[in-house]
C-alpha cells in the first residue's frame, strides 16, 4: 500500500520573521498535515514544489492544513469507496496506531449516529484532522440547496485537546472554526483581474450568514494531556466533510474550492 502526495504552491514563511522555518528548501506549512498523515499506510511520499509568483500570501486560520486535510480526508473518501469499504470504518482500521485520532473519529461517528438511517434528500461524511496538536473529528449531516450546493444541517465535533481548562472557550472556538470554514468552502473566493482583486467587501466576497449557520455539537474528549490549541483546529475538517457527504448525496466529487466553483466545473466535465 503506498500513498503519493504533491503540494504546489506558494510559501507562507518566505519573507516573514519565520523564515527560519525553512528548512532544506521545505515550508513546513506548506506540507503539515500532509506529511503527518496518520493511516497506517506503510509507503507514504510527499514532494512540494514552492512557486513564485507576484501575489503575496500569508497565514489563513489553520494555515497548510486548510489545502492538506481538505485533500487527504477527501481523496481517503475516494480509497474507501473504491474498495467497497465504510469510510469510518476504514479510517478507524488505519488509525490502530494513534489512539487520540481514534478516540475522536469514534466519539464524532457515535455521536452523529455514524450508519443509521437519515431522512431522505439527507448524507452524512465523516473527516479528521491533527493540528496545533489537538485531534478532531466531524461529521457533517448535508442535505441540497435548491441552486445545488450542499446545505450543511448538522455538524458533530468531537475535540482532544489536553485538559479542558475551558471548556466554554474550547466549544466556542469549535463553532466559530466550523463557521468560518463553512463559509470559506461553499463560496467565499478572491479573485484577480489584470493584478487587481475584484472584490471589495461583503457585497462581492460572500461569507457565512447566521441563518446558514449549521446546528452545531462539540464533544470534548477528557483527558490528562498537556492543553494544546483550539483556536484553529475546527477549520480543517469541515470542508472535507462537507464533500464527502456531497457525494454520498449526489454522487458528486468536489475537487476545488470553493463548492460554487468545484461544481460548476464538476458539471463541464
Request: aromatic share 8%; hydrophobic share 40%; net charge neutral.
Amino acid at each position: 500500500m503506498a500513498w503519493e502526495h504533491r503540494i504546489v504552491g506558494q510559501s507562507f514563511l518566505k519573507g516573514t520573521p519565520f523564515a527560519g522555518l525553512i528548512k532544506d528548501g521545505i515550508d513546513v506549512t506548506s506540507v503539515e498535515g500532509g506529511s503527518t498523515l496518520p493511516y497506517a499506510i506503510p509507503n507514504l511520499g510527499v514532494e512540494l514544489h514552492s512557486t513564485e509568483l507576484g501575489v503575496p500570501t500569508l497565514w489563513w486560520r489553520s494555515v497548510g492544513h486548510t489545502h492538506t486535510a481538505f485533500s487527504t480526508e477527501t481523496f481517503f473518501d475516494e480509497l474507501a469507496h473504491a474498495a467497497k469499504r465504510d469510510p469510518f470504518e476504514l479510517r478507524r482500521e488505519l488509525l490502530k496506531d494513534h489512539p487520540r485520532q481514534r478516540a475522536v473519529l469514534e466519539l464524532a461517528a457515535a455521536k452523529a449516529g455514524w450508519g443509521t438511517p437519515l431522512p431522505k434528500g439527507r448524507a452524512r461524511g465523516i473527516a479528521l484532522q491533527e493540528s496545533f496538536h489537538s485531534f478532531v473529528a466531524q461529521v457533517a449531516e448535508v442535505s441540497l440547496r435548491k441552486d445545488g450546493l450542499p446545505k450543511v444541517e448538522r455538524v458533530v465535533c468531537a475535540v482532544d485537546c489536553g485538559v479542558a481548562v475551558n471548556p466554554d472557550m474550547i466549544r466556542a472556538q469549535m463553532e466559530g472554526g466550523i463557521g468560518f470554514g463553512l463559509g470559506t468552502a461553499l463560496w467565499s473566493e478572491i479573485t484577480l483581474d489584470k493584478g487587481r482583486v475584484v472584490q471589495s467587501n461583503f457585497h462581492d466576497y460572500k461569507s457565512l450568514r447566521i441563518d446558514e449557520m449549521p446546528k452545531v455539537e462539540v464533544h470534548i474528549v477528557p483527558s490528562a494531556e498537556a492543553p494544546t490549541g483550539v483556536g484553529e483546529p475546527g477549520v480543517p475538517p469541515i470542508a472535507p466533510a462537507v464533500a464527502n457527504a456531497l457525494f454520498h448525496l449526489t454522487g458528486q466529487r468536489v475537487r476545488r474550492l470553493p463548492f460554487v466553483r468545484g461544481l460548476e466545473k464538476a458539471a463541464r466535465a
